[in-house]
């Protein structure tokens, strides 16, 4: 079946905006979610967008949602070292399905 | 209020043997999950219950098993481990489908 897709790497420097994409399965999902992992650790909700939104701000973070495009994006401004991590994104189907994870590294 | 547990953190297992997974949540909640992650795969959902007694297959159910005796508690099961099962395994909790999952620490499984 169709996987919820992601690019697996990104290094920015600090200070700098990161965006993480992702593309999404199934226009139905009613929520779409940014889960972050820190090394050794399971994963933590970071943030979620209900499907009728097309943008979420969280302090420093943003979700942009694209439905036409099933596109998902989390941006993250003045990015600093303790963001470093993996960022997976997910949708609800009949179960939650995760995208393979995004590997954020944030140079000093 | 220790969330979601998982016990043990880590297990080095020889082809065909047999290991019990135990997760663990003190928050109430009725939904529990486990899930493998490998690299480049993210996770994949090996079963689910949504309530003590009642357990449902996920995406990779095959060569596991899982309980829910418990409303707190859900195990995962292997019978006969095969090098394919070396993964990293993590459990997690929710009130429903739709709401956040808690995760546990995870369970690095090697097989050998």
């Known amino acids: 079946g169709e996987d919820v897709e992601q690019s697996l790497f990104l290094s920015v420097r600090e200070g700098d905006s990161s965006v993480i994409n992702c593309t999404y399965t199934?226009?139905?999902?009613?929520?779409l979610y940014w889960y972050k992992q820190e090394p050794g650790a399971g994963l933590q909700l970071l943030t979620y967008?209900?499907?009728?939104?097309d943008m979420k701000q969280d302090q420093r973070l943003t979700v942009l949602l694209n439905k036409k495009d099933k596109h998902l994006s989390l941006r993250i401004a003045d990015t600093q070292t303790g963001d470093s991590a993996i960022y997976f994104c997910a949708e609800i189907v009949n179960d939650m399905r995760f995208g393979a994870g995004t590997r954020l590294t944030v140079k000093p | 209020n220790a969330g979601v547990t998982q016990t043990p953190k880590f297990r080095v297992l020889k082809t065909g043997q047999s290991m019990t997974l135990l997760c663990a949540q003190d928050?109430?909640?009725?939904?529990m999950y486990w899930y493998r992650q490998d690299p480049g795969m993210g996770l994949r959902l090996i079963h689910y219950s949504v309530g003590e007694g009642t357990t449902a297959k996920g995406e990779v159910p095959d060569g596991y098993n899982v309980s829910r005796l418990k409303k707190q508690n859900f195990l995962l099961g292997l019978e006969s481990a095969a090098p394919s099962q070396t993964s990293v395994y993590f459990c997690?909790?929710?009130?429903?489908?739709?709401?956040?999952?808690?995760f546990g620490p995870g369970t690095r499984l090697t097989v050998t």
């Open positions: 997690a909790s929710s009130s429903g489908t739709i709401y956040e999952q808690y």
């Open positions: 928050m109430n909640h009725e939904y």
């Open positions: 199934d226009s139905s999902s009613t929520y």
């Open positions: 967008i209900f499907s009728n939104m």
